[in-house]
């Protein structure tokens, strides 16, 4: 319930526990959901299922191939509590079969139940149905006989009865006879064990199926002898559904997912997205990317960097320029009128040194513009990076000079008539410079 993906469940059980475990998932709302596989102790009892068949449905069981064993039915049938007594489970077998008590010493009258006759007759006055395994009941003390039978050869030839090499049988002999007895059993069928003393395994796969059929039973879908066949046409589950169901624990991860695995259970996982620059190395790894990369979109791998530009096309591009151009232009008039006329006195009194270095500033800022729209390349970058501040600051460190000179000038001006010191243009201009050169070493 957990993990609502996985659905199926592969029980291993007894009848009563079957039936609880149906119990439950049918008290839980889960009729449907689950997706049941039996053992051969489910098989294809009744019992296990009963009043609750909705859950069941669909349950894929098995049974090992079994045959009836004709003289067994005559045999079993004919059988009383007269000619039966050796068996000390006999009585308890008659009293659950016909419904009635016996009495016997030691054990007190039920008067709920009645009392049994001794006159009834098994499948006379009650259902009989051979039960499926007496074929391997009865090879099974076939080959103890066979085994028993070549030990007596090997160890006692030619003697009646048990040998001394044979009193008491050493188990351990008894069971390389066992694995080593190859003959037709009950059924028709040889009887033989492998290495590790396993019978051949020969199984009928049953469905139980409510839907879509007139008789809702157990339905044989295929079997197993030596190698499957299943008749998946024959297949429905629940609600007559005929489209194999899905039951996994954890889905396959997306693209650029790797798997997290979860502690203790080798087929379940998280799944966790490859974040920021990394990349899927393989299912259980994200990893990053190179510094010139970045990942694809699945993030199955990287690809180099693309490199983003502002076109000249542009408008964003058109209009700074234009404006720049603007700024050149009236900026390089001003220097020229400037140059025109640099030794007059209204040129020479506005810091005609200072004024120069202010209208490089402007100058470099303006151009700035083209070298931050121009393709991005190792020259243009280093470029950029001098330019971009050293523009602004020319302009400011001339403006802060050129202010705190006229500053000084007129607040010496109020205590003598002594110019200040540092107000030549040689002395503006080195105040301006290392002003400059702060910005030059950042």
Same mark, same amino acid.
């Given at each position: 319930?957990?993990?609502?993906?996985?659905?199926?469940?592969?029980?291993?059980?007894?009848?009563?526990?079957?039936?609880?475990?149906?119990?439950?998932?049918?008290?839980?709302?889960?009729?449907?959901?689950?997706?049941?596989?039996? %053992?051969?102790?489910?098989?294809?009892?009744?019992?296990?299922?009963?009043?609750?068949?909705?859950?069941?449905?669909?349950?894929?069981?098995?049974?090992?191939?079994?045959?009836?064993?004709?003289?067994?039915?005559?045999?079993?049938?004919?059988?009383?509590?007269?000619? +039966?007594?050796?068996? =000390?489970?006999?009585?308890?077998?008659?009293?659950?079969?016909?419904?009635?008590?016996?009495?016997?010493?030691?054990?007190?009258?039920?008067?709920?139940?009645?009392?049994?006759?001794?006159?009834?007759?098994?499948?006379?006055?009650?259902? *009989?149905?051979?039960?499926?395994?007496?074929?391997?009941?009865?090879?099974?003390?076939?080959?103890?006989?066979?085994?028993?039978?070549?030990?007596?050869?090997?160890?006692?030839?030619?003697?009646?009865?048990?040998?001394?090499? &044979?009193?008491?049988?050493?188990?351990? &002999?008894?069971?390389?006879?066992?694995?080593?007895?190859?003959? +037709?059993?009950?059924?028709?069928?040889?009887?033989?064990?492998?290495?590790?003393?396993?019978?051949?395994?020969? *199984?009928?796969?049953?469905?139980?199926? &409510?839907? +879509?059929?007139?008789?809702?039973?157990?339905?044989?879908?295929?079997?197993?002898?030596?190698?499957?066949?299943?008749?998946?046409?024959?297949?429905?589950?629940?609600?007559?559904?005929?489209?194999?169901?899905?039951?996994?624990?954890?889905?396959?991860?997306?693209?650029?997912?790797?798997?997290? &695995?979860?502690?203790?259970?080798?087929?379940?996982?998280?799944?966790?997205?490859?974040?920021?620059?990394?990349?899927?190395?393989?299912?259980?790894? @994200?990893?990053?990317?190179?510094?010139?990369?970045?990942?694809?979109?699945?993030?199955?791998?990287?690809?180099?960097?693309?490199? =983003?530009?502002?076109?000249?096309? #542009?408008?964003?591009?058109?209009?700074?320029?234009?404006?720049?151009?603007?700024?050149?232009?009236?900026?390089?008039?001003?220097?020229?009128?400037?140059?025109?006329?640099?030794?007059?006195?209204?040129?020479?009194?506005?810091?005609?040194?200072?004024?120069?270095?202010?209208?490089?500033?402007?100058?470099?800022?303006?151009?700035?513009?083209?070298?931050?729209?121009?393709?991005?390349?190792?020259?243009?970058?280093?470029?950029?990076?001098?330019?971009?501040?050293?523009?602004? @600051?020319? %302009?400011?460190?001339?403006?802060?000079?050129?202010? +705190?000179?006229? *500053?000084? =000038?007129?607040?010496?001006?109020?205590? %003598?008539?002594?110019?200040?010191?540092?107000? #030549?243009?040689?002395?503006?201009?080195?105040?301006?410079?290392?002003?400059?050169?702060?910005?030059?070493?950042?």
């Amino acid at each position: 319930m957990e993990t609502s993906n996985a659905r199926g469940v592969i029980i291993f059980a007894n009848e009563d526990d079957i039936k609880r475990v149906l119990q439950a998932a049918k008290k839980a709302n889960l009729t449907g959901h689950f997706l049941f596989v039996g %053992s051969d102790s489910w098989g294809a009892k009744s019992s296990p299922i009963e009043d609750q068949e909705e859950v069941a449905e669909g349950a894929v069981t098995i049974l090992p191939k079994r045959a009836s064993i004709d003289g067994f039915d005559q045999y079993f049938t004919s059988r009383s509590l007269e000619n +039966n007594r050796r068996n =000390i489970w006999f009585a308890e077998f008659w009293e659950d079969d016909f419904k009635c008590k016996l009495t016997r010493p030691g054990i007190k009258y039920d008067p709920d139940r009645r009392k049994c006759t001794g006159d009834e007759r098994i499948s006379r006055d009650s259902q *009989y149905e051979q039960e499926g395994k007496v074929q391997f009941v009865i090879d099974a003390v076939y080959a103890m006989a066979h085994a028993l039978h070549m030990m007596h050869m090997d160890l006692c030839p030619g003697s009646m009865g048990v040998c001394e090499k &044979m009193d008491p049988v050493e188990g351990r &002999m008894l069971l390389q006879y066992i694995h080593s007895v190859n003959f +037709n059993g009950s059924a028709g069928t040889a009887v033989m064990f492998n290495e590790n003393g396993d019978a051949p395994g020969r *199984y009928d796969i049953f469905q139980y199926q &409510m839907s +879509n059929i007139s008789n809702p039973g157990y339905r044989v879908i295929g079997q197993w002898t030596n190698h499957l066949r299943l008749n998946l046409e024959e297949m429905q589950w629940s609600g007559g559904d005929r489209k194999i169901p899905e039951s996994v624990c954890s889905f396959p991860c997306e693209p650029g997912e790797r798997k997290k &695995m979860v502690k203790g259970v080798p087929c379940c996982w998280h799944c966790e997205l490859c974040d920021g620059y990394q990349f899927l190395l393989d299912e259980f790894t @994200c990893d990053m990317c190179p510094f010139d990369k970045r990942p694809l979109k699945n993030r199955t791998g990287c690809r180099p960097t693309p490199i =983003i530009k502002l076109e000249w096309s #542009s408008p964003w591009a058109i209009i700074p320029v234009f404006l720049a151009i603007l700024g050149i232009l009236a900026t390089t008039g001003v220097i020229a009128t400037f140059v025109r006329f640099n030794d007059t006195p209204i040129v020479r009194a506005s810091g005609r040194e200072l004024s120069y270095v202010l209208l490089t500033g402007i100058f470099l800022i303006y151009v700035i513009t083209f070298l931050m729209i121009a393709e991005p390349s190792v020259g243009v970058c280093a470029i950029r990076r001098l330019l971009l501040g050293l523009g602004m @600051c020319i %302009s400011y460190a001339a403006m802060l000079t050129k202010t +705190n000179r006229i *500053y000084r =000038i007129f607040e010496q001006g109020k205590k %003598s008539v002594t110019p200040p010191k540092f107000i #030549s243009p040689t002395s503006q201009l080195i105040i301006t410079f290392i002003l400059i050169s702060v910005q030059v070493n950042l």
